[in-house]
């Protein structure tokens, strides 16, 4: 989680700097783009990662189709909701992903807090995820 935290707060300080540009320059827009690219691909990346490693192995198909739609239902409102707000006021779909990227960074740190504290309290390991075992444990290869 520390890179996903990182991913969406960098998100955050690209859609933040599309905001403080004072003029639609095409410049501030392009170097939001690339680093908001940037941002994304280190975010899905460890999403996925994350998945991976902490739902067992009998629901995990469940759970990486429930990701793949969470994306494509991202897709399907976000894009018409973005060009709703870009006709209002241009710095407003950067304004709404900046507060949509904080609010999820906050609340996944706050969840890290709380579910490692369990962890601690436990006595298991950070690094064992909600699995409840792998891969080897449950006798798949």
Same mark, same amino acid.
Not at 49 to 64: E, I
């Given at each position: 989680p520390p890179v996903l935290a990182a991913a969406l707060l960098l998100l955050a300080a690209c859609n933040g700097a599309a905001i403080a540009s %004072? !003029? %639609?320059l095409f410049a501030a827009w392009a170097a939001a783009t690339v680093a908001s =690219? !940037? !941002?994304v691909a280190a975010n899905d990346t460890s999403l996925v990662m994350l998945v991976a490693s902490s739902v067992k192995n009998s629901t995990r198909g469940l759970a990486f189709g429930l990701v793949e739609l969470s994306w494509g239902l991202s897709g399907l409102l976000g894009? %018409? #909701?973005? =060009?709703? #707000? /870009?006709d209002i006021d241009w710095k407003l779909p950067f304004a709404? /992903? #900046?507060?949509a990227a904080l609010a999820t960074a906050g609340t996944m740190c706050a969840a890290e807090a709380w579910w490692g504290g369990l962890r601690r309290a436990a006595g298991r390991p950070l690094h064992q995820q909600g699995a409840g075992g792998g891969a080897a444990k449950e006798g798949a290869v």
């Amino acid at each position: 989680p520390p890179v996903l935290a990182a991913a969406l707060l960098l998100l955050a300080a690209c859609n933040g700097a599309a905001i403080a540009s %004072p !003029a %639609p320059l095409f410049a501030a827009w392009a170097a939001a783009t690339v680093a908001s =690219g !940037a !941002a994304v691909a280190a975010n899905d990346t460890s999403l996925v990662m994350l998945v991976a490693s902490s739902v067992k192995n009998s629901t995990r198909g469940l759970a990486f189709g429930l990701v793949e739609l969470s994306w494509g239902l991202s897709g399907l409102l976000g894009i %018409p #909701l973005m =060009g709703f #707000l /870009l006709d209002i006021d241009w710095k407003l779909p950067f304004a709404t /992903l #900046l507060a949509a990227a904080l609010a999820t960074a906050g609340t996944m740190c706050a969840a890290e807090a709380w579910w490692g504290g369990l962890r601690r309290a436990a006595g298991r390991p950070l690094h064992q995820q909600g699995a409840g075992g792998g891969a080897a444990k449950e006798g798949a290869v």
